[in-house]
C-alpha cells in the first residue's frame, strides 16, 4: 500500500439516509485530514486529527457531520440525514507531521450524490 | 484570514506552448506555507511543491517551474513547453501556522490540444 486509500469510491443515497465513507491513510503518516470538494471548487476543510486525537474542525462541519479515528490509524467520516447540499467530493490526505505543514497526499476521494 | 485568489478559471493553449498560472494569497501570518497541487480527470489530488514564506528563491523541476513574490503576495507556476498530458486542473493552496489546514484556491484548468 503506497497511498491514500479510500472507500466507497461512489455513493448514491436518499435524502435523510446516513452514510459513512472510509479513509485508510499511509501507514507511517500521523495526521489525516478530511476535505470536501464541490464542483468548479477546491477543497474546503473540514477537520483533522493527529493521531487519534480531532485537532481541528471547521465551521462547514455541521453537527450532523462526525469523523472518528479510534486508533490513530484508519478513519470514518459519517454524515447523518444528508441533504442535497452533501453532495460533493469528500477527499481524504494525510501527512507525516515531521515538520509544520508538510505536504498533505490525498486519495481518490468518495464522491456522494444525494438524490 | 487566509485567501488564496486563482483569477484564471480556463486556460486553453498548444502543445509546446509555456503557459504561466497565476497564484495570488492572502494571509496575517509570518509564517506560511505555499503549495501547488495537480487535479488530472482521474480526481486525485497531486502534490507539486511546497514553499515556505521565507525561502523565495524560484524553483525549477523538469519543465516546471514557480516563482515566489512576497512583494505581491503571488506564486505563479510556469510549465514549459506543455504537453497533453499537463491537462488538469490545478491548485494553489496556502496554509499558517502548525495545524496544517490549508486553504485551497478555487483552481485552473488547464486544457494542452495537440
Known amino acids: 500500500d503506497t497511498g491514500v486509500s479510500q472507500d466507497p469510491r461512489h455513493k448514491i443515497t436518499k435524502r435523510g439516509q446516513n452514510v459513512t465513507f472510509r479513509c485508510d491513510p499511509i501507514?507511517?503518516?500521523?495526521?489525516l485530514y478530511w476535505y470536501r470538494q464541490t464542483l468548479g471548487q477546491g477543497p474546503e476543510f473540514l477537520t483533522y486529527?493527529?493521531?487519534?486525537?480531532?485537532?481541528?474542525k471547521s465551521r462547514l462541519l455541521s453537527d450532523r457531520f462526525s469523523a472518528e479515528r479510534p486508533k490513530g490509524s484508519f478513519s470514518t467520516l459519517e454524515i447523518q440525514r444528508t441533504e442535497q447540499g452533501d453532495s460533493a467530493m469528500y477527499l481524504c490526505?494525510?501527512?507525516?507531521?515531521?515538520?509544520?505543514?508538510?505536504?498533505?497526499?490525498f486519495g481518490q476521494g468518495t464522491r456522494l450524490t444525494v438524490v | 484570514a487566509q485567501k488564496v485568489t486563482q483569477a484564471q478559471t480556463e486556460i486553453s493553449v498548444v502543445e509546446k506552448e509555456d503557459v504561466t498560472l497565476d497564484c495570488v494569497y492572502e494571509?496575517?501570518?509570518?509564517?506560511?506555507?505555499l503549495f501547488w497541487y495537480k487535479q488530472p480527470p482521474s480526481g486525485e489530488l497531486v502534490f507539486l511543491i511546497r514553499?515556505?514564506?521565507?525561502?523565495?528563491q524560484n524553483e525549477i523541476s523538469g519543465r516546471y517551474s514557480w516563482n515566489f513574490q512576497k512583494s505581491t503576495s503571488s506564486f505563479n507556476f510556469t510549465i514549459t513547453a506543455s504537453q497533453v498530458v499537463d491537462s488538469a486542473v490545478y491548485f494553489c493552496?496556502?496554509?499558517?501556522?502548525?495545524?496544517?489546514?490549508?486553504?485551497f484556491g478555487a483552481g485552473t484548468r488547464l486544457t494542452v490540444k495537440p
Open positions: 494571509t496575517r501570518d509570518t509564517t506560511y506555507y
Open positions: 493552496a496556502l496554509s499558517g501556522g502548525y495545524n496544517n489546514d490549508m486553504r
Open positions: 490526505a494525510s501527512s507525516a507531521a515531521l515538520t509544520p505543514n508538510t505536504e498533505a497526499f
Open positions: 514553499r515556505n514564506s521565507f525561502d523565495e
Open positions: 486529527f493527529q493521531n487519534e486525537a480531532q485537532l481541528e
Open positions: 501507514s507511517e503518516h500521523n495526521r
